[in-house]
């Protein structure tokens, strides 16, 4: 559906250059959400306007339906557009027109016929639920009113892809669940595919297939939703799920434990299932509760705790990280905030978990996500 390669952006300011993305690549399968997620400033914006050619990369391609968009003459990059529909953040409804007319604007651009275009309007007003509205203006409508409308106007002209620009930051969360759930359905029903920018890890989770994380312009991890919250890596990536809780980083955590410190990732039954408890019986270790959370995915939960094992029990936590691996459980280790310096495990401990001097990771079976 779409596919990017190596797409980079820079603008020339009187300060000097900035280099707003940097080298980007990824694929859009048809019938998936694929969730952009950073902080203000990653270039987000900026990319999601390269899609559309609304700014032209310096570099790189962007491939929609396998043709390169920078490519395309004027007049085929317009007849492309039609395949591609947008969401704003605030709305951009003409405040002159009434719903109907709003939704047909892009529909008329194309000289449709009258007809064509009443139908259009009436079963899109029925897809997102606002019959009763359609000779609302928008100064009468509400702010998720107003999102559903502009979710139709992007739908008018039945579009193969959707870009949403922060499509939900500008409304409260109850609302924002409801525009989130109405896109999912776009999707589903529709078979159509959404870019989703955004930095809100809610979004992501709640309606995303894959994500990436940009920071500077770059794209620092990709993966889907399920593998990014079992086996985050990037220390951007891990705020940004922390920020769905109010505890405190685990690095900061581990600094005044006195014992080792995972963090232990589940996902399916294994969320429901008492391994914990389970492991302390099995190898006759004490296992302390640090933290913990369950974020339920679309179809699925997947939960993180994390736990201390005993140091001086070498080779009975081995036993049970080996354990807890072969369950699919994703382990890593955590290294206090200000260590430098590298923990070496010893004997078969040193076998299960590895290097500890960064943050090591072993990854549960063959399941990652």
Not at 58 to 83: H, M, N, P, T, V
Request: hydrophobic residues 40%.
């Amino acid at each position: 559906m779409l596919e990017l390669r190596n797409v980079n952006k820079t603008f020339k300011t009187p300060e000097g250059s900035i280099e707003a993305v940097k080298d980007v690549s990824f694929t859009v399968e048809p019938g998936e959400i694929y969730g952009l997620i950073g902080l203000s400033g990653a270039g987000k914006s900026t990319l999601i306007r390269c899609i559309n050619m609304l700014e032209k990369p310096d570099s790189g391609q962007i491939l929609f339906e396998g043709e390169d968009l920078a490519l395309l003459s004027a007049k085929e990059l317009r007849q492309k557009r039609q395949q591609i529909g947008m969401i704003f953040q605030h709305f951009n409804l003409f405040e002159q027109k009434t719903v109907r007319d709003n939704i047909a604007f892009p529909l008329e651009l194309h000289s449709k016929d009258k007809a064509a275009i009443s139908k259009r309007v009436e079963e899109l007003l029925g897809f997102v639920e606002l019959t009763d509205k359609i000779n609302a203006y928008p100064s009468e409508l509400s702010g998720g009113q107003k999102q559903r409308v502009a979710i139709a106007r992007s739908l008018a002209t039945s579009p193969k892809l959707i870009l949403s620009d922060e499509g939900t930051s500008a409304l409260d969360p109850a609302t924002s669940i409801l525009i989130l759930d109405l896109l999912r359905r776009s999707v589903d029903e529709l078979k159509i595919s959404i870019v989703m920018i955004t930095h809100q890890m809610e979004v992501a989770r709640r309606i995303c297939d894959h994500v990436a994380v940009m920071e500077g312009g770059e794209i620092i991890e990709q993966n889907t939703v399920k593998g990014l919250f079992l086996e985050p890596k990037h220390p951007r990536t891990v705020a940004l799920i922390r920020s769905l809780d109010e505890e405190r980083p685990l690095s900061e955590i581990s600094a005044f434990a006195k014992d080792d410190v995972y963090r232990l990732g589940f996902a399916g039954g294994e969320v429901s299932r008492p391994l914990i408890s389970e492991i302390s019986r099995r190898f006759e270790i004490d296992i302390n509760l640090l933290a913990g959370d369950i974020n339920i995915l679309q179809d699925e939960q997947v939960g993180w705790l994390a736990v201390t094992f005993p140091k001086d029990e070498p080779k009975k936590v081995a036993a049970a990280l080996a354990f807890l691996q072969e369950k699919n459980v994703h382990i890593k280790k955590i290294v206090p905030n200000g260590s430098n310096t590298s923990e070496q495990a010893d004997g078969a401990e040193n076998d299960a978990a590895a290097d500890t001097s960064d943050d090591s990771e072993v990854r549960g079976g063959d399941n990652n996500g």
